[in-house]
């Protein structure tokens, strides 16, 4: 299922994105000679509009200047536009007198609006995809206000404690906790105030172990007291619980979370183990049936989740503000990815990556809030300025309309190997990142 949602949801954005290129190349009267998702390195396809069959279904297909189709390999896609230097490399066409339908030939500001239709295509998907959510589903997350951090052992290396409530990074003050740990990354935060007990207190960072935040996740838990909320039927322990049960400690060893007690059940695995918990006023030493998986079968009081509903005049702004949110989140993490000190590129991913992150069953509303996220990452990628992405296509344009003059087919050649050389590094590292945490 993760596999064929990956498939799936890099499908939708690759078309997408190429139709933005389409769309303002037809506008301008630019030929587009092919559009394919994925790439049909050699020249061999799974599927062709200019193949017999397809012709002899279809007689009128054979008038179509586009040739569309699907290649075998399954890293992108593209549309071949006539007169311009891409990933197809065709010099050939190059080198032969331009023509009025080229992309060559037209003037700088529509270039820059036929390059820049890909980026502006996915940007304006997220967007919808955004409204859609939230006028859907509405925003559901754990609010920060209140909650207190279970520290991980870097959290406490830093500084943190157990039962923390953070109050703000530097002046930023978070609202959802789940954001907590790439807030924290993400905004080169020198200053934490947490309240610790009855205490306000400063947490200086250590700007030297941001690569160490960036690649341990799960640094701030919730915190979670161990009160039982309900049990049900086939417990074995239902005889000894109630609702409302507070458990302080496991074989006398306190516990004040609900993270505290999970090892030292752990330990009891099959057998039995002995609670002091607190009922009412009363405090009660119990033993307590543990399954082979370290639990006893009790939930326990599960944290406050806020919900926001928009009706549809809501949503408007209300998704634009989260798409936007979502792109300046996303620039922060690039910006930590080109900082070597901070290691964040050990964290960049291949496919395997992404398809890690889809959930192992169908599920609408997580989908498309990662098909949302993936557009603004595919946009945003696109426009670093490095040939043989949009971006670098973007800064000759501009270049050309500041200058009036326009870099050479030649230039644009060895730009473009240059870009795509650099693509290929990076898609080893990422798939070298990828194979070493598979392996480790």
């Given amino acids: 299922m993760r596999v064929l949602q990956v498939i799936l949801a890099l499908s939708l954005l690759i078309i997408i994105h190429e139709a933005g290129h389409f769309t303002f190349a037809k506008i301008f009267g630019i030929r587009v000679e092919k559009f394919f998702l994925f790439f049909d390195a050699g020249g061999f396809k799974l599927f062709s509009t200019r193949s017999q069959w397809f012709r002899r279904l279809f007689p009128r297909s054979a008038s179509w200047e586009t040739e569309y189709g699907i290649g075998w390999l399954p890293l992108g896609g593209y549309c071949k536009i006539s007169g311009m230097i891409d990933e ?59 909650k207190q951090i279970y520290a991980s052992p870097l959290a406490c290396e830093l500084g943190f404690r157990s039962g923390d409530h953070i109050i703000a990074f530097d002046d930023y003050t978070p609202e959802d906790f789940s954001m907590l740990q790439a807030d924290l990354a993400r905004r080169d ?26 690649n341990s996740p799960g640094m701030f838990d919730l915190a979670v007291p161990f009160v039982i909320d309900s049990i049900p039927a086939p417990s ?5 619980l109630r609702r409302g049960d507070r458990v302080v400690a496991v074989d006398s060893i306190e516990v004040i979370w609900l993270q505290d007690a999970r090892p030292l059940l752990r330990s009891h695995s099959g ?10 006023g009363d405090s009660l030493r119990v033993d307590v049936a543990v399954d082979s998986l370290g639990l006893i079968g009790v939930y326990t009081v599960p944290p406050e989740i806020e919900m926001r509903r928009y009706n549809l005049a809501q949503a408007v ?23 070597p000190r901070t290691e964040a590129y050990k964290s960049v991913g291949s496919f395997i990556s992404i398809g890690m992150v889809f959930p192992k069953s169908w599920n609408t509303y997580s989908f ?27 800064v000759f344009c501009i270049y050309e309309m500041i200058t009036r003059r326009k870099p050479s087919d030649r230039f644009m050649t060895v730009a473009q190997l ?6 290929f590094a990076l898609m080893i590292l990422a798939f070298g990142n990828d194979i070493g945490r598979l392996m480790r």
């Fill in 368 to 394: 498309l809030n990662i098909l949302a996220l993936l557009s603004i990452m595919l946009g945003v990628m696109n426009l670093l300025p490095v040939p043989a992405l949009d971006g670098g296509h973007i």
């Fill in 88 to 146: 197809s490399m065709d010099t050939a066409q190059m080198a032969l007198p331009p023509k009025d339908y080229e992309f060559r030939t037209k003037p700088a500001w529509k270039r820059l609006l036929v390059m820049s239709g890909g980026v502006l295509y996915n940007f304006i998907f997220a967007f919808l995809a955004f409204i859609a959510i939230l006028a859907i589903y509405g925003d559901v997350y754990i609010p920060n206000e209140g």
């Fill in 317 to 339: 702004p209300a998704g634009c503000s989260l798409a936007i949110s979502t792109v300046g989140g996303y620039i922060r993490d690039l910006k930590l990815v080109f900082t």
């Fill in 236 to 240: 074995q322990n239902s005889a000894v």
């Fill in 189 to 214: 935060v020198r200053r934490t105030r947490v309240l610790r007990g009855n205490d306000t207190i400063d947490i200086y960072m250590d700007q030297s172990r941001l690569g160490e935040i960036l």
């Fill in 418 to 423: 240059v870009g795509m050389a650099l693509l």
């Fill in 271 to 280: 057998g039995t183990a002995s609670l002091s918990i607190l009922r009412g």
